[in-house]
């Protein structure tokens, strides 16, 4: 170990440290659904599964590749850094690996119609990518046969590591994201640190994830300065139900640092609001903006899908925009993906739609107005 | 029930009436109520087709109270008429307009859309097309509903047998909605909460050219129905009496289920299913009226089905609340209790059957 090529280089390390010189750590500012600790010799992960006093969490110990693993954790949850294969069962997982140029770590997802990063579509193009099944039931059996450094999973609320159960008894670990908790989309970006911590890509993430923070404040400065409070209606009430995001959903966040108005920006509930259509129709009569339009991207799908919103303010006026522009042939949209990890880029179009005057010139990412 | 007939002529013309005022007064209550408080008076005034500020009550009243309101009519109505029909047609207290199967076919039609066999592909592809839209889901519907009366009315030529042919109905909603459920569990989770949605049922969102043909489908069900109120009451005495009595039992038969087929799948493709309506009310016509005459049940079910649906609607929205519960639990909370309430009530209803 002393004679590594790291502790070569580095030629101020002292020469009785027993490991390279400590790797750049990382901070967590915005994120509250997890914590990243540095203790010597290896990093712990805590996840909370949920929000509050009350809720779970699970440690996990990153340990270096054959270190020995620390005392009081359960096999399950020792993971060996950097992973070398991942299998990753949401979206955003893809995200995180594409954020940090680490693509080819990820050798297993739920499915793999939903995937927009062209690094893994590449991937499952040459086969090196296999599908375990989405949610409910998992191929277990291929997952023990695979040999496999994590599986990295969705915690939802009240569910935990029972599910994994027997992967976790096979010797591999399983780590529960819980990214639903944050309310603001710099807290959910946050996420990447929690890959990058198991990368060993700190100083990946810290430049990253900083530049990103950067740019999404100097835009939320921007849209601050503007007096214009557009008023904003969000996604299609199916029928009766309308849902809206409430106080704590990082969407109102989203529409706060956009400068919008949005009216139930106060109302607490458990990430969206279920109203009905009489509740919000007073305000989509008079709105200047109506976004996120669910599955229809044309103003006539719109009009078919019910008459009554012809008589809406954004119909009216063609404002009608959704954050369907990056959708792939398969049907795969990548602000699910990319867009968690690029709260700069989502907030830029939001400012873009609702202040153009603010951001001459600038294209559209994710978002797209409504073709006729 | 002969010795009641002198007095029962009138108690019946009673509660017909009684009946029909509870439909208009539930009118009223239905379109006055709603997550947005609008004056009672304001609200007269603009379905008087005045003036009214602001302008957004004009759009709540006109486009979302009115239209739900007289849905929750039609769909009160047509269930508990074929309800009645049902539990008459096969001499079952627990028969409702679903045992035919016809609405787990809606379902079935729903789910090929929503659900487009499972790949996403395929649902982004019928959506780019610009297949989506409300009247898609109401196609799918029909068309699923359709399918599985054929099926049923097809069988019911051969069949003779009623508990045959309710082991039928029962059997091929089984199928309906295990072929769904298959679907649901390769399906992604965006997709299954559109399904989900639509499985809650709703009034809402039937509004202009849907609410006309909903209108005209459940206009001729209940007529159909109408005319099957003599063979009905033959039928209660069973079916060798009814054909001594020279019924075509064969005839009225298919008469009976093409109403409720009507009813039942026009109903659940424009709302979604809507449970208990049609079980609960004949019940409770039965209980309050005191007669298995059809003649006058029909009638009675349709106004106390109206009523109940209306009623249903009212107690969907919480109070202070802009949020408002599904209306199909509302129906169940409600029906329960009002079938257990008549069955301990009257204890000799069973027998009527």
Redesign the interface.
Known sequence: MLSSPAANSQAKAPPTAGRPAAPTRTTVQYAKGFTIQYLPGYKVVTIMGGTGKAAPATRYALVPRGKAHPAGFQASQVIETPIRSLVGLASLHVALVDFLNADDVLVGLG?L??VSAVPVRQRIAQGKVFAVG????LNNELLIAKNLDLVMATGWPGEGLSKYQTIAAAGIPVMLNSEWVETTPLGRAEWVKVMAALLDKEALVNQKFDQIAREYHRLAALAAKDPKRPRVILNM?????WYVPEAGNYMTTFLRDAGATYPWAGQKATGS???????V??VA??ADYWLQTG????R??VA?????FK?FKPYKTGQLYNYNRR?NA??SNDYWESGAVRPDLVLGDLIQILHPALLPGRQLYYYQKLRE | MSSAAASGAGRTVVWLVALAVAVALCLVLDIAL???RIPVGAVVKILLGQQSE???WV??VD???LP?ALTAVLVGSGLAVSGVQMQTLFRNPLASPSVLGISAGAGLGVAVLLLAGGS??S??VI??L?L????ALVGAATAGAALVMALVLGLSARVRDNVVMLIVGMMVASISVSIVSLWQ?FS??EQIQ?YL??TFG????V??AQLVVLAAVVAVGLLLAFASAKPLNALLLGENYARSLGLAVGRSRTLVIASTSLLAGSITAFC?PIGFIGLAVPHLVRGLLGTSNHRILLPAAALAGAALMLLCDCLT?LPGS???LP?SVVTSLLGAPVVLWVVLRKRGVGRTL
């Open positions: 499915s119609q939903y989405d949610g409910r039931e009430p199916f029928k009766d139900v609001l279920p109203l009905t259509v009489e509740a129709a007073p009569l008079t599955t229809l991207s044309t006539a799908a078919a899908q019910d008459a009554r008589e959708t398969q049907g | 709603g997550s947005v602001p302008a957004a759009f709540i486009k979302i109270r739900k996403a592909a649902a982004y959506r780019q610009g989506g839209g409300s009247w569990y992604a989770p559109e949605l639509w709703s009034l809402g969102g509004v202009g979604g929205q802009q949020a408002a209306v």
